[in-house]
């Protein structure tokens, strides 16, 4: 459990910052999932792996192009979350940061769940151990119940926001490594974006892109 003085939430200039100085300054900090209607237990994760991804400045970002409908929350105040679904299969989800209009965004690749392991294991049940509940950006959508439903969240809204952010317990330079994004090709490939906690067992394995077809 989170300890009391750990718990203050994240205020919106902490995401108003430079991408790259938010993606590993995310490592150890809190997510919390809320049920509105209360028919589940809040969920806590510690976020352990995150990518980052730039906007104009990253062909490997969905905003590398420009605004779309499917994109438009990237382009709005930081502080918000952005699902996409991909492969006709799976849901992520990413932190919204920098100014508005600048569309950089940092995608959440793995974490702990600290509170409410129940509820994630009645979604995931596949997962073998409970360290591999949110081991995967799909996985931990999956296990947190977020869809296209929560696309646009404010995270850094009221205690009673379906999503949020705490403090949490940050971790120091010489935890964190870097390294290239999975799954990412061409240009966008070779940033070392990737960051996650050294020698964390919720992390997820790297794996370079391999093209894949969209199930019909």
């Known amino acids: ?18 991408v790259l100085e938010v993606a590993p300054d995310l ?3 809190v997510l919390v999932r809320r049920d509105p209607d209360g028919s589940a237990d809040p969920i806590e994760l510690r976020i352990t792996e995150v990518e980052a991804y ?31 679904f991909t492969y006709g299969m799976w849901h992520c989800m990413n932190l919204v940061c920098g100014p508005e209009g600048r569309a950089s965004a940092v995608l959440l690749r793995a974490g702990e ?33 977020v869809d296209r439903s929560l696309d646009g969240t404010d995270a850094c809204a009221s205690k009673s926001s379906p999503l949020s952010l705490l403090h949490g317990t940050p971790v120091t330079s010489d935890q964190v490594l870097s390294g290239p994004r999975t799954g ?25 892109h391999t093209p894949r077809r969209r199930r019909t």
Do not use: C, Q
Request: net charge positive.
């Open 113 to 145: 769940i600290t509170e409410g392991v129940e509820v994630a294991r009645k979604r995931r049940l596949s997962a073998r151990r409970d360290r591999e509940l949110a081991k995967g950006p799909a996985r931990l959508a999956t296990a947190l119940g």
């Open 1 to 18: 459990m989170i300890a009391a003085s750990d718990r203050t939430p994240l205020a919106r200039d902490f995401f108003d910052r430079p």
């Open 54 to 84: 730039d906007g104009p400045n990253d062909p490997g970002s969905h905003a590398f192009r420009g605004p779309t409908a499917r994109n438009a929350v990237m382009f709005g105040p930081p502080g918000h979350v952005y699902v996409y």
């Open 27 to 29: 490592l150890g900090r």
């Open 184 to 208: 990412v090709s061409g240009d966008g490939g070779v940033h070392p974006w990737r960051y996650w906690i050294t020698n964390d067992p919720t992390v997820s394995p790297y794996r370079a």
